[in-house]
């Protein structure tokens, strides 16, 4: 057995250290090691079935780092825009922040929408906005934990790896959760980190641009010559499985190595847009050939959806340069512009190829921003209250959930707190938050915690 694991090894060695499968992909799933067993299954990405039926099948989990403002977006406050602009202070004492956009009603329903995002407001009717959404930290890092996690204290895996976990995914040469995320947002790969939870759901990094995931091409000289160099490593594999008849993480291994070959097929297709249409790279603001910018993420994700990929983020932004207008509001305005299209894009987009009632589009960010002014053109962090919005299958559009006071300082009417926010989205994949858990160390966790209630007044 010694000359036969020796030969095992040094094959390994060969065929691995030199890139011939992306570092990505070995990293997400080869990681498995010693954990496959904690999940009873030869492969634990292979597809489950939900707690009961589901609505969508997909995800598309959008977010902006920084807190974008609730009270300049989708929290319209006539009294707020009013006193602001007659110099009246918030209880005596505080400046109000005049909001930079006009809010006008939008689409049949007449959902309020400031000009901040116009392309969003003229496919408000798909949309529901929850003008009541409550974080527990008014962090960045501790907040974005939160909105990511159900945590903003500890550690604990992403909703994505979660959903992966619950769900498994339908195509199993791409991987259960992707992340498009051109740079690191507050608490870096944490956002689509998967914890505690075993590492093939954890979430696999796409970067716009000439390289979207290191090591993607193939590094043999041809196709050929690599699918000899796999099937003699498969045959060390067996050979060497036959005698550990008995051990799961082995196996899991294997099942990592097949994976990531068939995501080396798969990938490249996924991301050459040279077959989408010039009407299609027009919804989201494309020229033909680019392969960077908000819009390209958006579309890559679109795709994803069409290929059976389970839970794909976009991150538009860094941990700088973001939503965070401490100095100056206006600095919203490019941000906006840069995803304000793609996103109305997208939503029309998945519309017309009969996708938009199996996929759930989510838009968030960590917390929002001061009604009341921070120097004398910015915001402060606020998470007390925030607007986020969902569409797609099983939402009601054209409408608001929530309310908050006269200023938009804190929630009146229907609090939806981020455990209610993550709760619901698992309910619209047929997921049952409570029942979703992992055992690890000594106790069972879940994405919520020990709260949550489903928001059942928006689902259609």
């Not at 954890?202 to 970067?207: D, E, H, K, N």
């Not at 290929?307 to 401490?326: C, M, P, Q, T, Y």
């Not at 921003?369 to 797609?392: M, V």
């Amino acid at each position: 057995m010694s000359h036969s694991n020796c030969s095992r090894r040094q094959m390994v060695r060969s065929l691995f250290s030199g890139s011939i499968l992306m570092p990505a992909v070995i990293s997400q799933l080869m990681a498995a090691d010693g954990r496959a067993a904690e999940l009873g299954a030869d492969n634990p990405l292979a597809p489950k079935q939900p707690h009961f039926p589901a609505i969508v099948k997909n995800v598309i989990f959008i977010y902006l780092p920084g807190g974008c403002s609730h009270v300049d977006s989708f929290d319209y406050k006539p009294k707020l825009i009013d006193d602001a602009k007659n110099g009246r202070l918030y209880q005596g004492r505080r400046k109000l922040g005049m909001p930079l956009w006009e809010f006008k009603p939008r689409g049949k329903s007449g959902v309020y929408v400031s000009d901040l995002f116009p392309h969003i407001g003229e496919v408000i009717d798909d949309v529901c906005v929850i003008n009541s959404m409550r974080n527990d930290h008014s962090d960045h890092f501790q907040a974005t934990l939160g909105i990511h996690t159900g945590s903003v204290t500890f550690k604990r895996p992403s909703i994505g790896s979660w959903v992966s976990y619950g769900l498994g995914t339908e195509n199993q040469n791409l991987p259960s959760f992707v992340a498009l995320a051109p740079l690191l947002p507050y608490t870096g790969a944490q956002v689509w980190d998967s914890d505690f939870l075993p590492a093939e759901h954890q979430g696999t990094r796409v970067v716009a641009g000439e390289e979207p995931v290191p090591n993607l091409n193939r590094r043999s000289p041809s196709p050929k010559i690599q699918e000899a160099e796999l099937n003699l490593l498969e045959r060390f594999n067996r050979r060497h499985l036959r005698t550990r008849e008995t051990d799961p993480q082995l196996e899991a291994r294997i099942k990592s190595y097949e994976t990531a070959f068939g995501m080396q097929q798969a990938m490249p297709e996924v991301l050459d847009l040279s077959k989408e249409t010039d009407a299609t790279l027009k919804l989201y603001g494309l020229e033909r050939g680019q392969t960077t910018g908000f819009g390209w993420q958006a579309i890559v994700a679109r795709r994803m959806v069409e290929r059976g990929v389970r839970f794909i983020e976009l991150i538009d932004v860094g941990a700088s340069k973001n939503w965070d207008a401490h100095g100056d509001m206006k600095t919203h305005e490019p941000l906006a512009r840069n995803i304000d299209k793609p996103i109305g894009g997208l939503i029309r987009d998945l519309k017309s190829r009969g996708l938009f009632d199996q996929t759930l589009v989510v838009w968030t960010t960590e917390f929002g921003r001061t009604p009341t002014s921070e120097g004398d053109y910015g915001r402060g962090h606020f998470a007390n209250a925030f607007s986020s919005w969902l569409a797609g299958g099983g939402v009601k559009g054209g409408m608001v959930y929530g309310k908050t006071d006269d200023y938009g300082m804190k929630v009146v009417e229907s609090e939806c707190h981020v455990h209610d926010f993550h709760a619901t989205i698992l309910h619209l994949l047929g997921l049952d938050h409570t029942r979703l858990t992992f055992r690890h160390g000594g106790r069972d966790y879940r994405l919520t915690d020990v709260h949550g209630n489903v928001v059942k007044a928006i689902l259609a």
